[in-house]
């Protein structure tokens, strides 16, 4: 798999994190820093470094190519400019055929339709050219934005999961969903 992957929607791109953006990763990060804690685990304290942000991509482009995950940024076709991520990562083959998914989008691109848009265009690809089956996404329950979308893309709650996560420093509860492929393989 060639590590220029990339994905497009009409006002997306979406592809692997590159070396050399380190900075530009880091600035999405602490302009948003505050908006993502209440739904983020604790941050190491090397999170900011810039030598930690390029083992990061390393690490994206390793899992890649060995299909265990699918980290992907995602760019504003019109500007360029970094404005979320989606990670399908805990791929599991054999029977299972699985992933779980995460994502993050930047505080002042909230309610424009961007993570949709670039879901279907990830979760596409995952069932297409992965050939998985099903893909899991928890959320946080007072995360209503994120069970909104979840719900729009055809993800299926399948019941509450108490204290499931470490999150913002405290256990939460998590609604577990999936979704499966319509693509019989």
């Not at 304290?45 to 990061?56: E, G, I, M, T, V």
């Not at 998985?132 to 709650?157: C, D, M, W």
Request: net charge neutral; with cysteine; charged share 25%.
């Amino acid at each position: 798999m060639s590590l220029n992957f990339k994905l497009n929607s009409s006002r997306l791109s979406l592809c692997l994190p590159k070396m050399g953006t380190e900075e530009e990763v880091i600035k999405f990060y602490l302009e948003n820093d505050a908006f993502f804690a209440p739904w983020s685990p604790e941050k190491t304290d090397n999170f900011f470094d810039k030598s930690f942000r390029a083992s990061r991509i390393e690490l994206a482009h390793q899992e890649f190519q060995l299909e265990q995950s699918l980290k992907l940024n995602i760019y504003l076709k019109e500007t360029e400019e970094l404005v979320g991520m989606i990670n399908f990562t805990n791929i599991e083959r054999g029977p299972f055929q699985n992933c779980r998914l995460g994502y993050k989008l930047a505080e002042k691109f909230q309610g424009q339709g961007y993570m949709k848009e670039a879901l279907e265009v990830g979760i596409d690809y995952v069932f297409s050219q992965l050939g998985l089956h099903r893909i899991e996404a928890n959320y946080i329950p007072t995360n209503r934005r994120s069970g909104n979308v979840l719900k729009s893309l055809g993800f299926q709650e399948h019941g509450l999961a108490p204290n499931y996560l470490k999150i913002d420093g405290k256990w939460q509860d998590h609604v577990l969903t999936s979704k499966l492929s319509k693509i019989i393989l």
